[in-house]
């Protein structure tokens, strides 16, 4: 099965595994995904990233729940990316997001880019595994079967498809649990309008040898993965290849990331000081008084 698979990959640059998770697995997974949605991340609360109008993004999601762990490291996903990519490849990043209700086309046609196309004279391949965990009818992923390695990967402009035929596009609505599997220098996006919220996760598998483009560099973008000891107990040695054990290639010491908010992050700093110190001011009176209703109970 494997083996058909990859030739499906390799001639359409796509492969959906329909009801591909199921069960206490997906809802494990859903209900750990769900959990980090409710709030931003601020201080000491775990929560997603918003860096965008229309995407609240979660990273690191294996550190979520053993279920991520297992997808990422399925037989038949390993065997059909090792027949693809090549023996080395690694899982190097692993990511999901919540896309809210929008008719605009946030996130149009474009190719993963990812490598640094100056110093490579081939086009590296790169695999993701993308993870409905809603249902989706709306805003499904889409694809233009064939368009992978084609080019360098790179936005595209709606224009430049005008003569692609409609039979070669293909959108993935699906149930939860349903998987697709897809070269990402194929031309993909988001479909509009989105009508429901959206949840999906991204695993993304490349050989980490690859010289990746500075943008990804300067952003840590492909940090060394964050993994749950409890998730760990059972790994192969190739599970343990797979994850990047002891891989130091992109790891950067001492990395800062550049702050995008400074001022806003200033001004919540201060209303916390402050809150701190207010709540410092009022801890004896508190305990007096907590005391005080405690003696008039009794």
């Known amino acids: 099965m494997a083996h058909d698979l990859t030739n499906q990959l390799d001639r359409d640059g796509i492969v959906i595994l329909p009801e591909f998770i199921a069960g206490p697995q997906l809802l494990g997974m859903q209900q750990a995904f769900e959990t980090r949605l409710r709030h931003m ?35 038949l996903i390993l065997q059909v990316l090792k027949e693809y990519i090549g023996s080395q490849f690694q899982l190097v990043e692993a990511k999901g997001w919540l896309s809210l209700p929008t008719k605009n086309n946030f996130h149009g046609w474009h190719g993963d880019a990812w490598y640094d196309q100056h110093a490579v004279s081939t086009i590296p391949r790169e695999v993701k595994l993308a993870i409905y965990l809603t249902d989706v009818r709306s805003g499904a992923f889409t694809y233009i079967k064939g368009s992978h390695r084609k080019q360098h990967p790179r936005l595209v402009q709606s224009h430049e498809l005008a003569q692609v035929p409609r ?20 031309i993909h996006r988001q479909a509009t ?26 952003y840590y973008r492909y940090h060394p993965l964050l993994l749950n000891a409890a998730f760990l107990g059972n790994l192969t040695p190739e599970g343990q290849r797979v994850l990047g054990f002891g891989d130091k290639r992109n790891y950067q010491h001492g990395f800062e990331r550049r702050r995008r908010h400074a001022f806003l992050e200033g001004i919540s700093r201060s209303l916390l000081e402050s809150s701190l110190q207010i709540n410092q001011a009022l801890y004896y009176p508190r305990r007096a008084l907590a005391k005080a209703r405690n003696l008039l109970r009794h």
Do not use: C, K
């Open 41 to 75: 991340a601020w201080n000491d609360t775990m929560g997603y990233e918003r860096t965008e109008m229309y995407r609240h993004m979660i990273q690191d999601v294996l550190l979520l729940d053993q279920g991520f762990l297992d997808v990422a490291l399925h037989p």
């Open 167 to 186: 039979e070669r596009i293909m959108e993935v609505p699906g149930t939860a649990g349903s998987a697709v599997l897809f070269d990402t220098s194929g």
């Open 193 to 218: 309008p989105v009508l429901e919220p959206r949840q999906a996760v991204f695993l993304n598998y490349h050989d980490p040898s690859i010289p990746l483009q500075q943008e990804d560099v300067e």
